[in-house]
């Protein structure tokens, strides 16, 4: 005999090793099991959360895996991928599509999103900033505008004053005749 099992039955070291054997897959069980209650659970709330905001997972960008399901469980996502969690995996990837099927296939038009105060601030200042180079620029074609119109009238003021400098050389020309086409008078 060894003297590990001194004094000691060998039916009773059997017996022993099986209760632990028996103890052990209860609680290997029983670990397996409150494993599958966190997946669950999990996709439990993320169910209520999607189906809450309309179909679109709310966190990170609405992108549901079976690894986000995984975080929110608590637990590895490789962990479900042993073949002891093959059902385990079959489920969980089904709850996924299944989520993913909810999701509108556009955005929803019925509420726009709400403008922050520092939105409206920006728009605000940037329209007050869009006017104001506006009315600079109107405000220098005006100028432009109006020098133009100062050269013309100067243009026009020669212009009058030449045509009534050559009008008193024709008057003087003509000596108080009528001015226009006389006929020839040989022929």
């Known amino acids: 005999m060894s003297t590990r099992n001194k004094g000691r039955k060998p039916e009773a070291t059997d017996s ?4 632990k054997r028996e103890g052990a897959i209860v609680a290997g069980a029983r670990r397996t099991e409150a494993f599958r209650d966190k997946w669950v659970e999990a996709m439990r709330l993320i169910e209520q959360e999607v189906v809450s905001n309309k179909g679109i997972y709310p966190h ?3 992108r549901l895996t079976p690894a986000e399901v995984a975080r929110r469980a608590g637990v590895i996502v490789n ?3 042993h073949p002891r969690h093959e059902a385990l995996k079959i489920e969980v990837q089904s709850f996924v599509d299944r989520m993913l099927a909810l999701a ?3 955005a929803p038009e019925d509420e726009p999103a709400r403008p922050t105060w520092e939105d ?3 728009a605000l200042a940037t329209n007050y900033r869009l006017d104001a180079l506006s009315w600079q ?3 220098a074609l005006r100028e432009e505008a ?3 119109a100062e050269k013309l009238a100067n243009v026009v003021l020669r212009h ?5 400098q050559l009008r008193s050389q024709i008057a003087d020309l003509s000596k108080g005749r009528p001015f226009g086409l006389v006929p020839d008078e040989k022929n």
């Open 120 to 122: 409206m601030y920006i």
């Open 104 to 106: 509108p296939s556009e």
């Open 146 to 148: 109006e020098r133009r």
């Open 137 to 139: 620029a109107e405000k």
């Open 160 to 164: 009058v004053a030449t045509i009534a």
């Open 16 to 19: 022993a090793n099986a209760r």
């Open 60 to 62: 990170i960008s609405g």
């Open 79 to 81: 962990s479900v991928y």
